[in-house]
């Protein structure tokens, strides 16, 4: 059998040939792992005697760069460094944290009337005192994360991210005298937020700040832009209406049927007083046009002085009010979107189905008939 094809492979036939002769090695881009030992004599080797010797000389070896990479760093490589624009804080020492935590334990340890009331579990635990201590520790770290999941970040500042050190607490107001707060992603009706909300926040005297209120998700043309819903610039210390109103508050207005928007606080601490004329809107500014801005643009304008410092956003959809804000305010015709559904798709129909339910033939009917049954 061999010589036919011989014979057809010399008379132009097409050849064939093993994987082996056809691929060509190419050569390292560097030294290969283990290429200093000699394996002629493995007995001269050094032995590890233990396993705990030998675990803590592989983690060491393994921390050494390599001109290779391996499978985990092909598999999930590492996300590249983002820039950190936050203000800039004096970082606590671990060993005096874990020295001031022990010190309450051995007062608490000290404690007669506290250990009594944990074993009657009476004791009561001051929500208060629990939410000053969160937010001056890990509860920045834990907004900024939050912040991160919900792609605030990557939709304002291009990928650049902040530590929003200083608490900012928002407020909405409503005739009953309920307040419905602004923390981390809450839903917050628009009816809720027809009216500018009472910000507070920590800061220093003879400080300046900025508060911007914008929406990422609402621009009814451009994807990548956003609406400016509030804008309040120069406030001195925590006195917002100090401050310079550059944009006066307009309520959401989500489209009806566009899902969820979210409605982002941001809050500037400025080095100097700042002049913004080339940001001022008209009073009253109810055109969309003039309402479109950019974040990120708004930031790199002004980055030599100021920073991010602050941060809550809440999410709101459609409710009856945006009808009255996009008809009284904005003087336009509601926007509404709706999802055209495709059609249900079948695949072809075979003349002899195998293992399928008894009413197969009914998806392929011509007739409007309903029939029965979930396909």
Known sequence: MA??????????????????????????????????????????????????????????????????????QHTSPQPEPKTDIS??????????????????????????????????RTVL?????????????????HKQRVAQHCGIFRDLFKGATFTPWVTLRVE????????????YGNIVAPSEASSPPAVSYEADEGSLWTLLLTNPDGHLRDTDSEYLHWLVTNIPGNDITSGKEICHYLPPFPAMGTGYHRFVFLLFKQDCPIDFSEDVRPMPCHSLKMRTFSTFDFYRKHEDAMTPAGLAFFQCQWDSSVTWVFHQLLNMREPVFEFVRPPVY???????????????????????EPTYGIY
């Open 346 to 368: 079948h695949p072809p129909q075979v003349k002899f189905p195998r293992h399928q339910p008894l009413r197969y033939l009914d998806r392929y009917r011509d007739t409007t």
């Open 3 to 72: 010589a036919p094809l011989l014979s057809a492979a010399l008379r132009g036939g097409r050849a064939f040939g093993t994987a082996a002769a056809l691929c060509r090695r190419a050569a390292p881009l560097g030294p290969m792992p283990n290429e200093d030992i000699d394996v002629s004599n493995l007995e001269a080797l050094e032995k590890y005697r233990s396993f705990t010797r030998y675990f803590k000389l592989a983690e060491k070896e393994s921390r050494k760069p390599r001109w290779w990479k391996t499978y985990r």
């Open 172 to 183: 909405y107001s409503q005739e009953d005298e309920h307040l419905v707060p602004v923390y």
């Open 87 to 120: 203000l800039p804080r004096d970082k606590l020492s671990r060993a005096k944290e874990i020295k001031g935590r022990k010190k309450i334990l051995r007062e608490n340890h000290q404690n007669a009337e506290m250990e009594r009331a944990a074993r009657l």
């Open 125 to 141: 635990i001051p929500l208060d005192e629990v939410r000053a201590e969160w937010e001056k520790t890990s509860g920045p770290f």
